[in-house]
């Protein structure tokens, strides 16, 4: 009898010195999200042990997991492990230069062609080096076109106004098989005795007409009050600025995609202005076509390799860069011009294989920008759970914002004990706030962490994702 109250009692102190399997929040969380006016019904929870020895471990945390809600950018997470396990980890892209014509000493007689192979981080410095590349080889003045391949994926029409109606923001950027810089613009905004200045910081001649009014008053959202408006006029880009301008703003800096000019259109610019600093000479047209079958290779250049991608990628949640990264899995697959809807369909299929539902998943383009994109607590806790189990579980985890310390989740739980124990990817969109990731508790336990909010006052609702996270820390 004494040995059965002795069991009874040990397994009682088992049952609560550890997380138990719930069904209900944590009090902390509910009353953060009663406080934020979010229903609970609008809240999907998985948290779950990972490690040896919790491989058939049932979470210990569970609220509406299994319902379908909209991610925001932690659907990256799904990218980021599908190109990790598919691609590999020494993955890398490849931009290459090809040439028609003779070289008559420094002068080509002919066309200089661009292949993009979809890198989805050919940023100002690397696109400087490949021309610096086709100056060493010789090249000094092209007279035939610039061509533009972007053949790599199947051209398609991207509307960057359709998400928001905002498309001059550097999060609608579309993807292009040769995207430069982001095709982005930074501007550079100074008032004067004369009124206010604009200055491009990026390499590109732009040729600026400001109307713009300067005003009393805090500066606020000053970004709201001025409206751009951009245009190619014989190769070169024109703005037209219009609006008013706090003069309590001062200085300030602008990132902005010069809609409506296409991808073709900045690179020609870009191209112009740093080739001539380069001390080369081009006064063709830049024109989209494709490395015709006489070209002669001149230079190529490899990205960085897909873990150093994929870490700029989720620590800054850049939307377009997942995009390529996700149209890559389709491009590798097929070997064919790289589609998104097919590419979709290879990542469904990939997560059947490792045995993850896909029940209610609906996958658009992979970045987690979408009114489409659709998953589960649990689906997003079980991919997190599989990668934690994979042999790329370290470019994984590592790709992931530091809680507290860096990229989106910076000012993110900074008073709080779990600040720098968790890599946490976030999401926002209108009505949206996500959390996954992993949490490493006070315990020395580490647990995956899903937090879904799908409610008009979801943008409050982070304090609850917030206290979540410490509960997992302190009670883990």
Known sequence: MRQYWLLLITAYSLFFAQPSLAQELPANVIQALQKSKVPLNAVGVYVQEVGPSSAAAQAVLTWQADQAMQPASTMKLVTTYAALDMLGAAYRWKTSVWMTGQLDGEVLRGDL??????????????????????????????????????????????????????????????????????????????????????????????????????????????????????????????????????????????????????????????????????????????????????????????????????????????????????????????????????????????MNRNGISTTGLLLENGSGLSRVERISAAQMGQILHHAFDSAVMPELMSSLPVLGLDGTMKKRAINQAVAGHAHIKSGSLEGVRAIAGYVLAASGKRYVVVCLINHKNAEQGSVAQDELLEWVFEHG
């Not at 007409?209 to 409206?227: F, I």
């Not at 300030?252 to 409506?260: I, K, M, S």
């Open 113 to 350: 062609i661009v292949r993009g192979g979809g890198d989805p981080r050919l940023v100002l410095e690397n696109f400087w080096l490949l021309l610096r590349q086709i100056r060493a080889q010789g090249i000094r003045e092209i007279q035939g076109n610039l061509i533009l391949d972007s053949s790599w994926m199947e051209p398609q029409y991207f509307d960057a106004a359709a998400f928001d109606g905002d498309p001059t923001r550097p999060y609608n950027v579309g993807p292009d098989a040769l995207l430069v810089n982001f095709n982005a613009l930074n501007l550079q905004l100074q008032k004067t005795e004369q009124g206010l200045q604009v200055t491009t910081l990026t390499p590109l001649a732009l040729q600026t007409t400001v109307s713009v009014k300067l005003t009393k008053g805090a500066c606020g959202t000053w970004r709201d009050k001025l409206t751009p408006s951009f245009s190619l006029v014989q190769q070169k880009v024109n703005l037209t600025l219009t609006g008013t301008y706090p003069t309590s703003c001062g200085t300030q800096t602008w990132l902005l995609q010069p809609y409506p000019l296409s991808h073709a259109d900045y690179v020609g610019a870009l191209f112009r202005q740093l080739w001539s600093e380069l001390g080369g000479q081009f006064n063709g047209e830049t024109v989209s076509g494709v490395v015709p079958p006489n070209a002669g290779l001149v230079t190529e250049m490899a990205s960085a390799p897909l873990p150093d991608i994929l870490r700029d990628m989720n620590k800054y949640s850049n939307n377009v860069m997942s995009r390529l990264v996700m149209l890559t899995i389709d491009k590798e697959a097929n070997q064919a011009p790289a589609n998104a809807t097919r590419a979709a369909q290879i990542v469904q299929a990939w």
